[in-house]
């Protein structure tokens, strides 16, 4: 609930600052829009491994610093508020792994993940003059789904090596704060700049299987915790 709630309150937080926000912008009609994003990417929890043999320990996985694209399609109202579709697509490499019999072993293979969300944004008035004109500050925040793959992963150490190359999907939710400047020479283009907060609200689970070890080789199951990604996003939006 507390992750659903962050977003109910930054959503009551930008109405309550749009009703004094002054006059709503006139400008109003359907828009694209394009960022490349590079996130970090929080040490996810391994709540445990299921085996047949029991539930193992779990421990931790991390990744490298990820990447991706953003493409969405929207609409601007006359009241500063926008809502638009989003599909995205994050990358990173795998780096190191806690869990069951291996600690602090080295990871390969990628986190991959695609989402589709709906998303709510409220643009603050344009400043008009001065060193900052033509920028727009805005907020916003999102729900969506998304599809999250371990893509040819192997935990291991000189004993034993686990892989994994499996796929699971649970909704997500995101926060969003940055600020947009229209070219003054190209109508209708804007470039942005965002902070992002993107958490998965649902556990995950991952098939994989132990390759090598003292027991043999044999199937298991990984319950992961998602703890979230915080990104950069820099990109062009297109009003018509």
């Given at each position: 609930?507390?992750?659903?709630?962050s977003l109910a309150a930054l959503t009551v937080f930008a109405a309550a600052l749009g009703a004094a926000a002054g006059t709503a912008s006139a400008e109003t009609g359907p828009y694209v829009a394009i960022a490349l994003s590079y996130a970090h990417i929080e040490d996810?929890?391994?709540?445990?491994?299921?085996t047949d043999f029991g539930r193992q320990p779990g421990?931790?996985?991390?990744?490298?610093d990820g990447y991706g694209v953003n493409l969405a399609i929207g609409y601007d109202f006359a009241s500063n508020w926008r809502a638009e579709v989003e599909l995205n697509y994050r990358r990173a490499d795998f780096k190191r792994a806690t869990a069951g019999a291996l600690t602090d072993a080295t990871t390969d293979?990628?986190?991959?993940q695609s989402a589709l969300f709906a998303n709510l944004y409220y643009d603050f008035d344009t400043l008009q003059s001065g060193t900052f004109a033509g920028i727009t500050p805005y907020v916003g925040a999102g729900l969506g789904w998304a599809h999250i793959k371990w893509s040819d992963s192997h935990t291991y150490?000189?004993?034993?090596?686990?892989g994994h190359d499996s796929s699971d999907n649970t909704t997500a939710a995101q926060i969003m704060l940055g600020f947009s400047y229209a070219i003054p020479e190209a109508e209708g283009l804007q470039i942005t700049?965002?902070?992002r907060h993107t958490r998965l609200l649902g556990d995950l689970t991952f098939k994989?299987?132990?390759?090598?070890?003292?027991f043999g080789s044999f199937p298991i199951?990984?319950?992961?915790?998602?703890k979230g990604r915080t990104e950069i996003n820099i990109g062009l939006r297109r009003s018509f």
């Open positions: 609930m507390g992750r659903i709630s996810a929890d391994i709540d445990g491994i299921d421990g931790y996985i991390s990744t490298d293979g990628s986190y991959r150490n000189a004993v034993e090596r686990v700049a965002e902070l994989g299987r132990v390759l090598e070890s003292r199951s990984t319950d992961v915790s998602d």
